[in-house]
């Protein structure tokens, strides 16, 4: 028996040369049995440094990168990931232990699965000795193991089918579910079909011809009462505007009809072949699976953790899968069944077409019923504004109404005073003085002119203070700037009546004097005191006072103001 040779003589882990040992039981047989290469690794010893530079360990890393699905840049990533050995990976394989490789692990471990050829050229380069795994990479540690388990990729595959088998059951049963559910609304409504019969009505009533005496129609005609607006109102008004009005003024029973199809949203998600697809991808899955325990069962691994774990998982999940796949098919009936009863085509009718239409049907139909609420809240807001416009003009009207009848009134009132002043500037209230008259005639006339005066004037003044403001006698303000010059007009033709009759007798004088200063009074009285009119006048009234008497005094020595 030959002892064995020293291994690993090299520095680093050098490329291997493909070949196959001749067993040292038979090397005394051949020619190797005289052949000692101790001496050529000797000669060889000032060359070592350059034998291994051009022969260092790269071509198991670029066989990897040409033949495997990554890099082993990749493969390092990974496990640095995971945080998991290679040997502890290949135990929790065999063992099918999905708490420690988790889904998106086993996911990994897919994507770096060797190949035939790789795991052959790893067993060469091995050669049957533990110790050449000493120089070996992560990666090619991680392909030399898992290259020991037996039906490696099919155990994966079950695993990430058993790890994923949860998510694609829940997927397949929300759609079954959605599509029975909306499927149950359409058919079983009640309000619906009253408020397809409503459509029915208002289309036959619209259409003439050919087009009208309808007995039914499509289902995406619904969708068309938007587009047939109205040409009469000013405001966006449609035939689906008006359905939404219609329907709780006439068909109250109607009113509603969106609760009983509070699922077709869910309907018009659904898609059949996305269902079918994913019962065939359990059913397909499943059949591996049973083929997989197969040929464990055959290779004496019946016993094993792995096995006995996926036999439990197969058959959970078969009887689960049978029942999935009738409830698929029934809901799948149901909903041609329901296509049918709508007039529509079931091969080209889709859950996502059929549930749609009615999805936005509703969608419109609240849009619509809400622009009509806006609408009628806008008109009772216009309403309140013309109301509201309407009283302010009314006011208005009013207020201007009760000035004018105030002015009517006013100008009614000065009466008394308007025909003092005419009586003055026509002489009346003078009893009509003579040029010549007896001193007798002309003191009883001045008498009779004072009274008048005096007469009109307390008619003005009380007519004035009924209509003042203040309603104070007296006031100043009592009268306006108006009357007020119309008492100077008055004063003023008093002065100039009384110049008139300057040829009566000396106490006829004194007489038409006094009751020019008697009636002078009486208007400063009407005008708010003495001294008014001569302060109204702007001190004219008083000169022309003066004068007069200048003048009485020249008439007394005999000369005549009508003379001159």
Known sequence: MLPPKPTNLSTKPLKSLNWTKIPPIKIKETVFATLDDTE????????????????????????KKDSTKGSSESIDIMLRAIKMPPSEIARAVENCDLSTLKQFIVSELLKFVPTEDEISILKQYTNDTVDSEIFLAPAEKFFLETSRIAHYEQKLR??????????????AENMISWLKRATWDVRDSKKLK????????????????????????????????????????????????????????????????????????????????????????????????????????????????FFETLS???????????????????????FESLVILFGEDTRTTTPEEFFGI?????????????????????????????????????????????RQKDASTAVDADGPLDDLISAIRTGKAFGGFSDAPSRKRAGDRADRSDRQIQSSIRDSQLSTQAF????????????????????????????????????????????ELGASKSSTSTLNSAVGGSGSLEALSGGRY???????????RNDSRGRSPLRE
């Open 158 to 171: 079950a695993m990430y089918f058993q790890s994923s088998f949860e998510e694609l059951l829940d997927d």
């Open 312 to 334: 439990k998982f197969y058959g959970t999940a078969f009887e689960t899968y049978q029942d999935l796949d009738a409830r698929f098919k029934n809901a799948e009936k149901e």
């Open 468 to 511: 003042s403001p203040s309603g104070n006698a007296g006031s100043t303000n009592a009268i306006s700037t108006e009357r007020k010059g119309s008492l100077y007009a008055i004063a003023s033709q008093i002065d100039i009546s009384a110049r008139k009759h300057d040829q009566v007798s000396a106490g006829g004088k004194t007489r």
């Open 194 to 305: 009253e408020l397809l019969k409503v459509v029915l009505a208002l289309g036959n009533y619209m259409n003439g011809g050919q087009r009208g005496g309808a007995y039914g129609f499509k289902l995406n005609t619904i969708l068309k009462l938007g587009d047939t607006k109205s040409t009469v109102s000013m405001r966006k008004h449609t035939l689906l505007h008006y359905l939404t009005d219609l329907i709780p003024r006439k068909f109250p029973e109607i009113v509603g009809f969106q609760d009983e199809l509070s699922h077709v949203d869910d309907g018009a998600r659904v898609t059949i072949p996305q269902i079918r697809q994913i019962v065939n991808t359990i059913r397909d899955n499943l059949n591996s699976n049973k083929g997989l325990l197969a040929k464990l069962e055959k290779d004496a691994q019946g016993g094993t953790g």
């Open 40 to 63: 050529v690794l000797e000669q060889l010893k000032d060359s070592y440094t350059e034998f291994e530079d051009l022969f260092a360990a790269k071509e198991l890393k670029e066989m």
């Open 358 to 402: 009615f999805k936005q049907f509703l969608a419109a139909y609240n849009l619509a019923k809400l622009e009509n609420e806006m609408a009628a809240a806008k008109l009772i807001e216009d309403e309140k504004k013309e109301a509201v416009k309407r009283n302010m003009e009314e006011r208005r009207k009013k207020k201007l109404h009760i």
């Open 542 to 552: 008083n000169s022309t006072e003066k004068d007069m008497s200048g003048r009485n």
